[in-house]
């Protein structure tokens, strides 16, 4: 009886594997990062410049409707990576309940897999870029918690899956929710955070996972590249996902700097990043562009501004990706006259971006010995007194496109805020 018992047990844990499902090959969160040989150099495009038939949403007034063609080669030959500057939004992608039009953003993923480079997602859940219907739910139907969550988590597994679909390895990291702070660190005041509650931004990263467990997530934040009250607000939400096992991988530092005339320094930046590679998170320099200041040579000082943020990634060994938010001057969010790109507006190349690219081809390895390779000179930053840095428009815009030959300046050519 003994034998047959042993038997029968022989033959259930066999019928139980061979039903089991086969071992997830899904990425764990935090992602490690395997090898360090290069850190790649995005820019943030959009369908105007690379797409012929360039799509808007409805109410929106389209500033460019051209194509160029030096934008795409100046991208194709000088980036890695493309983040969309509003194309992947839900304004863009979704302007109207349940009908979605991924014809803009399906122009910038082709234009990536083209040139052989990848996409960062920007962004699932991005609350100044709401449409319409979602901030002013029809008066007879409020919003309650669960249907706004299913809202929410229906456009996330439509929109990840679409580009899982449609474009395979293209779209590999998404900055699942963008923005969510105040300057103050308190939580915005958004139609989810009212609504759905504290949780809101754990169930998005929880919905992206669920659509891609592949998909490197990320929280991208503005002004949280410093040490300040906005900065430890972000660090106390992913510590307390790291700990409790929500899906993330990574913060993004956005990284709009120079407004105020103030310019991080690389003590400040390394030891955030250092915070975030403590929790075993990535962080990756998402929306870099650099104003350059009033006094003092700006030339210069915008060059050293660049060369910080590009060192800082090169000795962080958790920084995975630095993106300048936008390819030239000529089409900057900025406005032309800011020259805060790394491509002037004629498209030749700046001494800041050889820089850039000097460090970002010598990462520091994960391990063992590293002598950097001598990138020129480091032009030095003086300190500041200011220690909370802000944007004259807070951050990245819902609408970040001004007319390509917009002369004025960045508190007049930029448009309105996006917080």
């Known amino acids: 009886m003994a034998g047959m018992a042993g038997i029968a047990t022989v033959f259930a844990l066999l019928a139980l594997a061979g039903t089991a499902p086969a071992t997830s090959l899904a990425a764990s969160h935090p992602s490690p990062m395997t090898s360090r040989t290069s850190v790649p150099l995005g820019a943030a495009v959009w ?7 360039y799509v808007w949403p409805a109410g929106l007034a389209c500033p ?92 996330i597994k439509t929109t990840v899956r679409h580009f899982k679909s449609k474009f395979p390895g293209v779209v590999t990291e998404w900055d699942v929710v963008n923005e969510p702070f105040l300057r103050s660190g308190a939580r915005d005041d958004n139609v989810y955070q009212r609504v759905i509650g504290n949780d809101w931004i754990e169930q998005a990263f929880r919905a992206a996972n669920a659509a891609d467990p592949d998909a490197l997530l990320y929280l991208n934040e503005f002004d949280a590249d410093t040490p300040n009250a906005r900065q430890r607000a972000v660090y106390a939400l992913v510590s307390d996902f790291v700990r409790r096992g929500v899906p993330i991988d990574g913060v993004g530092l956005e990284m ?12 400040e930046l390394k030891n955030v990043m250092a915070q975030y590679n403590a929790l075993g998170l990535r962080v990756s320099v998402t929306e870099l562009d650099v104003l350059r200041p009033i006094e003092g040579d700006p030339v210069l000082i915008q060059r050293a501004a660049y060369d910080t943020v590009a060192q800082a990634c090169q000795e962080s060994t958790n920084c995975d990706g630095v993106t300048i938010w936008g390819v030239a001057d000529r089409y900057s969010w900025r406005g ?35 002598t950097p390779k001598d990138c020129g000179p480091v032009e030095l930053v003086p300190e500041t007194a200011s220690t909370e840095p802000t944007g004259p428009t807070g951050g990245s815009s819902t609408a970040s496109d001004p007319a390509p030959d917009a002369e004025a300046g960045p508190a007049a050519a930029a448009p309105a805020a996006a917080r």
């Open 47 to 53: 369908s105007g410049c690379t797409v012929a038939t």
């Open 64 to 155: 460019v409707a051209s194509y160029d063609a030096r934008y795409r080669s100046t991208f194709a030959q000088n980036f890695d990576r493309a983040t969309a500057e509003n194309e992947f939004k839900m304004l863009w992608t979704q302007p109207k309940r349940g009908r979605f039009d991924f014809r803009a953003a399906d122009g910038i993923a082709a234009l990536a897999a083209s040139a052989s480079k990848t996409v960062r997602g920007h962004a699932l859940v991005y609350p100044a870029a709401n449409p319409r219907w979602v901030d002013k739910p029809f008066f007879l139907t409020p919003w309650t918690r669960s249907r706004l969550l299913d809202v929410m988590r229906t456009h």
């Open 256 to 267: 709009h700097v120079g407004a105020d005339g103030r310019y991080p320094t690389l003590v």
């Open 336 to 370: 032309a006259a800011q020259a805060a790109t790394l491509f002037s507006r004629n498209f030749t190349k700046k001494r800041a971006y050889d820089l850039v690219r000097c460090r970002l081809n010598d990462p520091k390895p994960l391990s063992g010995t590293w």
